[in-house]
């Protein structure tokens, strides 16, 4: 599967508790985005690596969230001492800035996400 | 006010017809446009994207951009039941600036 690929899929934990996400984003893209998309809403952006450099953090995301991309291939997001709040599907995505003109933004594509409740 | 919006619907069409779905954005600074369809509890998959104003056409889908109006929209020819989903318009800002900011989705609901 070349696809971008997330684990686990599925997460329970008690308030509390801290949790780690992984994604392997598809092998030649050097983008990698986080993001987290609630019931009957669009998702919302997290934070964004351009290789191993993380360039951007959303407002959304507190000092309980924190992501790296330590050699530029996989990507973990961790969430200390969670809350119910936190329960959300977390997305991955990754894309490329080959074969595109003028500079303009590449598509992404999605990982199956990973959906993380609360208790 | 969100800088994507699209009707959150359900919008539902008869099998065969066209399936009209709209979007607009607030940021004139926005450049390229991406439609995703998403399955209930499944991650979104792109189906179409656009950066110039006008129409591009792949299959069924037509996406349509009019930057002057900032609205872009999905027509769905041909309507199947296997279309039903919700649709996520996202708009995103050029090569260095990767986020994608997206609306609430519409749900699309095609009956036979």
């Known amino acids: 599967d070349t696809g971008v690929s997330q684990d686990p899929r599925h997460k329970i934990t008690k308030r509390g508790q801290n949790v780690t996400f992984r994604c392997d984003p598809i092998s030649e893209h050097n983008r990698l985005y986080w993001y987290r998309q609630t019931l009957g809403q669009g998702p919302e952006f997290l934070t964004y690596?351009?290789?191993?450099?993380?360039?951007?953090k959303s407002r959304l995301l507190s000092d309980r969230f924190s992501a790296e991309r330590p050699k530029g291939s996989f990507s973990t997001l961790e969430i200390q001492r969670t809350e119910q709040g936190d329960s959300a599907m977390y997305l991955c995505?990754?894309?490329?800035?080959?074969?595109?003109?003028?500079?303009?933004?590449?598509?992404?594509?999605f990982g199956q996400g990973t959906r993380l409740t609360v208790v | 006010q969100k800088e994507v919006e699209q009707n959150s619907g359900p919008l539902s069409v008869p099998e065969g017809a066209i399936a009209s779905l709209n979007c607009t954005y607030s940021d004139r600074g926005s450049q390229s446009f991406f439609w995703y369809r998403q399955y209930s509890g499944k991650s979104p998959e792109l189906i179409m994207f656009i950066y110039s104003n006008g129409d591009k056409e792949d299959g069924r889908f037509t996406a349509q951009l009019n930057k002057a109006s900032q609205y872009v929209s999905l027509l769905i020819r041909d309507s199947q039941p296997s279309d039903s989903a919700t649709y996520l318009c996202a708009a995103g800002w050029g090569t260095s600036y990767g986020k994608l900011t997206f609306g609430q989705g519409t749900i699309l609901t095609v009956h036979p």
């Open positions: 995505a990754s894309s490329s800035l080959r074969g595109f003109p003028g500079g303009l933004n590449t598509e992404a594509f």
């Open positions: 690596f351009q290789n191993e450099a993380q360039l951007e």
